[in-house]
């Protein structure tokens, strides 16, 4: 082969295959969706048997009748992102500035908790957390916890179990942006009279800013949408609108619903994204 | 001009200013210890509950035992379940890796009309939820009445690794710097000899890179799968469905398997490039 | 909030500091005084310990044992915030997420001066770069982040003034320019100027005092002319220029001379010029203070014959010879082109001269090689 092609088409040319993969497996079922949002049951058909009506009033309904599942799954998002952040920080931070020759070790041990599959691990959060590990009994003996009060099936064990389950995701674009910052520059900071919190506050803050946008938006995406954490730790109460999109889908077989709530879902993501980065004010990101 | 103090005493620091800032100096290093606990315990719990006595509920220490680990296979569906998640990520892995890789080789490597609407077409898929994903394309599938299954799985798993490989390449040819190419060039390489022997080997550690996370994406993804495998079992499937009667040994006996093959490949990988960059 | 640093001003004083890194001792039990108002310069290979000491003056490493003094204040174990000490970093540090005029305003913010528009215009005039306030350090050319450095550091009129390696990441041209600018600013802000460099041509350019530092100790302080024609040690005499050592041996003496063989040919040379401990001795000229003649021409001074010449190179302003001698040795000749005499060609027969009192000695058991190998150019890190 020689290279007899105009120079201009090679990137269309190794865009092609990948982007057609995209368009018919990503843009197509988004599509889809859209069209089946607006669907309303087929009078007198089986179950999940549904014609196009155009009706917008599945949103309105679906919105409705799961407003409490929204606030639930956005205010548990944005606790553990929270959370993730406030954690993950002063450990991306160490592992960029403290590790000296062990910084590969450290960055692979962030990761590493990866590999035992998430579900084994916060099933092994329950069962630590439960009834008969050894936290809650010990807590009880001490008084510091009511007989009667438990940690599991409870918003704290959800949230809580989202802050773990998406710390490396927190952790690792944090460590990309601080890990970039010239130590010198903190130094410096120091040398012109600003003590350790105002060189935190006014260099190394907004230095590391492109991470933490990166990092909230790779933690709280996929926690918005989450329902394995609250399947698990959860209970009928910690409810949030992934369980209901997933139970819509499977169980009720109402597609119209799960398809109106996928996409609010979505829209209510974005735009929630693109005001933070706005904020932000860093546009790096893609 | 300077006088000579050489027979002075040596001056000491005072205890307590050193005390303070030794503390000071150590205190990250105290929190990395106590945040690398939190990330551990339930990989520790789990590798512990391996060697659990325990059949099939594995909830309660009953005792010491290594026939999980002598007999993996020993829960039922377990094996297959695994079978099954290392076929799927293995040809996830493979498509995604290859056509990432060409995107991520277009937007890194050169200009052209429409590079920040496929820069947006690549975060798009990292910016939807995966219940989205997985229901959106799960409602295509039932639409051409394609039953979920395996190649469902295996596609929708390409959908959503290839982003990841992307941003990973791309990452990595941006680190590149541009004169090595140019001096290939000046050393008689054509522009496919360059590509081979010069931007290929410096890139590969990046591509291999991309690799290993999207078979980790897809190996231990749930929620797309749940959507689009039907009855097909996978080992993140298997593991949910037997959370609610409690988990066999055998899962653990698996997870801590798969931690320990993941570590070793990885630090197997910076053993090589250190080598190589010495 | 807003910090006060200690109000402390006059010499700075080390008192035999030592730095340990387990058992590596980067600075060494060294003392050191440096006078109010003076440009001083520490000079060494990279890892002497220059940066290291810089560090713990500046505050940002603390010395294992020691002491450091401003004035009558024990600054020691003061935090790098809390000093009156500003540092103009290698590589400049400017930070990125700042315009030049927050970057510049940044330690008088902290302080809480009240006119810092006025200050920070100021410095800005005082380093001819006013027009580029409201651009960022990635907008600019190395050679005006260099000056937005210094502008940031002395805004603060700080007592003490540290300049690492600051021309380091320029080209030659440009520092050559900014050597005679840092003078000039020196004097016109009358600020202590505290210069860590490996370039010796770049000490002696601006300091009035040098300090040689090798292996963590200070070699020899001095001025530079001092350094220069009479180098205490192998090290300063070949780090500083370059030397011709001879060994020889002290054979007598002559009133206030020493009368020294080498190699069979008597010299003499100034007594107080002769740091030997004992009758061995290398005896140094520097290359262009040789004269180079044709065999038989009268001579006078010390004068050493026998000499073929094995290269020449011609540099303009001057022609470089390398003089092979009886004994084995090659010499290093440098003769300024201002005399009209065809130079030499390779292989005559010469005789070399030179002006007895321009002869250094260095004890005899010195390494000749020390301060020859070290690579000038090589950045520390």
């Known amino acids: 082969m020689s290279f007899t092609l105009p120079k201009v088409r090679v990137p269309y040319l190794l865009l092609f295959p990948g982007f057609a993969f995209l368009f018919t497996f990503f843009i197509l079922p988004i599509a889809n969706l859209a069209q089946t949002s607006t669907q309303t049951p087929i009078p007198g058909g089986d179950t999940g048997q549904y014609q196009q009506t155009f009706a917008f009033s599945n949103y309105l309904n679906a919105f409705l009748d799961n407003r409490e599942q929204f606030a639930r799954s956005f205010i548990y998002a944005t606790l553990a992102t929270v959370f993730a952040l406030a954690i993950a920080y002063p450990l991306a931070y160490a592992i960029a500035f403290k590790s000296g020759k062990f910084k590969n070790i450290f960055l692979v041990l962030v990761v590493a908790p990866f590999f035992t599959s998430f579900l084994l691990r916060t099933i092994a959060w329950k069962q630590i957390l439960g009834e008969e590990g050894f936290v809650v009994p010990t807590l009880r003996n001490l008084h510091v916890m009511g007989q009667s009060t438990t940690i599991t099936s409870t918003a704290v064990a959800v949230v809580a179990g989202m802050t773990y389950n998406f710390l490396p995701f927190m952790t690792l674009p944090l460590y990309a942006s601080l890990e970039r910052i010239d130590p010198r520059t903190i130094e410096a900071s120091g040398d012109l009279y600003a003590n350790g919190i105002t060189t935190f506050r006014r260099v190394t803050v907004p230095l590391s800013l492109p991470g933490v946008v990166a990092g909230t938006l790779l933690t709280f995406i996929p926690a918005a949408g989450d329902y394995v954490n609250a399947s698990i730790l959860g209970s009928p109460n910690t409810k949030m609108i992934g369980n209901v999109i997933e139970s819509r889908y499977f169980k009720i077989v109402d597609y119209p619903t799960a398809a109106a709530l996928s996409f609010t879902l979505m829209a209510a993501i974005l735009i929630l994204v693109t005001l933070y980065i706005r904020k932000a004010g860093t546009e790096e990101l893609v | 001009m300077s006088t000579s103090v050489k027979d002075a005493s040596i001056p000491t620091i005072p205890f307590k200013a050193r005390f303070s800032r030794w503390f000071g100096r150590n205190l990250l290093r105290i929190y990395m210890v106590f945040g690398f606990t939190y990330l551990f315990i339930p990989v520790a719990y789990t590798f512990a509950f391996s060697f659990n006595d325990a059949g099939k509920s594995n909830l309660i220490w009953k005792g010491f035992t290594l026939g999980n680990w002598q007999n993996p296979c020993g829960a039922p569906q377990i094996c297959n379940a695994l079978g099954n998640s290392i076929k799927i990520g293995a040809l996830a892995t493979l498509f995604s890796t290859i056509l990432g890789t060409m995107i991520a080789f277009a937007i890194g490597r050169y200009k052209f009309k429409g590079r920040s609407t496929s820069n947006l077409l690549i975060f798009l898929p990292m910016a939807t939820p995966e219940i989205v994903l997985g229901a959106s394309l799960l409602s295509l599938f039932l639409v051409f009445k394609i039953n979920p299954g395996f190649w469902p799985t295996v596609i929708a798993h390409v959908m959503f690794c290839v982003s990841f490989v992307v941003v990973t390449v791309k990452a990595r040819i941006a680190s590149l710097d541009p004169r090595l190419e140019q001096a290939a060039m000046d050393l008689y390489a054509n522009e496919r000899e360059t590509f081979k022997r010069v931007t290929l080997p410096l890139v590969a550690p990046g591509i291999a890179g991309a690799a290993l996370l999207a078979f980790s994406l897809s190996f231990d993804d749930f929620i797309i799968t749940n959507f689009n495998s039907g009855t097909l079992i996978t080992f993140p499937k298997f593991v949910y469905v037997a959370a609610a009667r409690g988990i066999p040994a055998q899962a653990n006996v698996i997870g801590s398997s798969m931690f320990f093959l993941a570590l070793a490949i990885v630090i197997a990988g910076q053993l090589v490039h250190r080598r190589r960059s010495r | 909030m807003a910090i006060d640093p200690i109000d402390a001003r006059g010499d700075l004083r080390l008192t035999r500091i030592t730095k340990s890194y387990g058992d590596f001792k980067a600075v060494d039990d060294l003392s050191l005084t440096i006078p109010e108002g003076s440009f001083f310069a520490l000079l060494g290979p990279s890892g002497c310990g220059k940066t290291t000491t810089l560090r ?104 003490l003034l540290l300049l690492d390696e600051p021309l380091g990441a320029l080209d030659l041209k440009l520092r050559r320019q900014m050597q005679i600018e840092l003078k000039w600013i020196q004097r016109e802000v009358g600020l202590t100027f505290v210069h860590v460099t490996h370039d010796q041509e770049e000490a002696m350019t601006m300091a009035d005092t040098i300090a040689v530092m090798n292996e963590g100790k200070i070699e020899q302080m001095g001025t530079p002319a001092d350094l220069y024609d009479d180098p205490e040690t192998a090290f300063v005499a070949n780090f500083l220029g370059q030397s011709n050592l001879i060994k020889g041996k002290i054979e007598g003496r002559d009133g206030d001379n020493l009368v020294i063989d080498l190699f069979g040919q008597k010299i003499s040379m100034p007594s107080a010029r002769s740091h030997a401990v004992d009758n061995t001795l290398y005896a140094g000229i520097r290359p262009e203070k040789f004269r180079i003649s044709r065999t038989g021409s009268t001579l006078r001074g010390n004068i050493l014959s026998g000499g073929r010449i094995e290269d020449v190179s011609y540099i303009g302003v001057s022609t470089q010879y390398v003089v092979a001698m009886p004994w084995g040795q090659e010499l290093m000749v440098f003769e300024q082109n201002d005399d009209g005499v065809p130079p030499f060609n390779k292989g005559e027969e010469v005789v070399i001269s030179w002006e007895p009192n321009f002869t250094f000695a260095l004890r005899g058991d010195e390494d000749v090689e020390a301060g020859t190998e070290v690579n000038p150019e090589e950045i520390q890190e």
């Open chain 3, 56 to 159: 713990m003056v500046a505050g940002l490493e603390e010395p294992t044992v020691g002491s450091i003094h401003l004035g009558d204040t024990d600054i020691t174990t003061t935090r790098a915030y809390q000093r009156p000490i500003n540092t103009v970093f290698q590589n400049y540090a400017l930070f990125p997420h700042l315009t030049i005029f927050e970057n510049i305003a940044f330690g008088l913010r902290r302080r809480g001066v009240k006119d810092v528009k006025e200050q920070v215009e100021k410095v800005l005039s005082l380093v001819e770069l006013p027009h580029l306030a409201q651009r960022k350090p990635t907008q600019l050319s190395g050679g005006q982040q260099q000056r937005i450095a210094l502008a940031r550091a002395i805004v603060n009129r700080p007592a």
